[in-house]
């Protein structure tokens, strides 16, 4: 547990996990509603690297934008019955159209926390503990 705890105090989610966020699906897609913009990934500050990353979501659609470019595209829908909230993002253009990346989610206090499984990893993370087989995403509401 204080591992756990350190990992998401590290990541910058440690203000997540004490504060309370969207209770269901529906609340989840109205604070997910704008642009976030990404500022860590897997732990790495996107600043050091040299990029600037941000996901803008409107009702049920997505868009990944790096640099200044749209990467990715889809869609995407929450189940707010299960904890941590569950998404599924369908990639309509990007690397892997067609396909659907399985996640979970959180937001609060202005933070986002979503980790998903990678190409090749079918399973669907569980928690935001760090992993190699999953993507954990913190962004920032604009």
Do not use: C
Not at 10 to 21: F, K, R, V
Not at 83 to 92: E, F, L, V, Y
Not at 120 to 137: C, E, H, M, N, S
């Amino acid at each position: 547990m204080v591992v756990a705890t350190f990992a998401l105090w590290l990541l910058g989610l440690a203000p997540i996990a004490a504060q309370s966020g969207p209770q269901d699906s529906a609340g989840m897609i109205a604070a997910l509603e704008g642009t976030w913009t990404i500022t860590h990934v897997n732990g790495k500050a996107l600043a050091n690297l040299g990029q600037n990353s941000s996901i803008r979501f409107t009702q049920n659609a997505y868009t990944v934008t790096t640099n200044g470019q749209v990467k990715e595209r889809g869609t995407f829908r929450v189940n707010g019955a299960t904890s941590p909230m569950q998404i599924d993002m369908r990639i309509t253009e990007g690397i892997a159209p067609g396909s659907t990346q399985l996640g979970v989610i959180q937001v609060a206090g202005g933070t986002l926390a979503l980790k998903t499984n990678t190409i090749g990893t079918p399973q669907r993370p569980i928690d935001f503990k760090a992993d190699p087989r999953y993507v954990l995403f913190v962004a920032q509401k604009n």
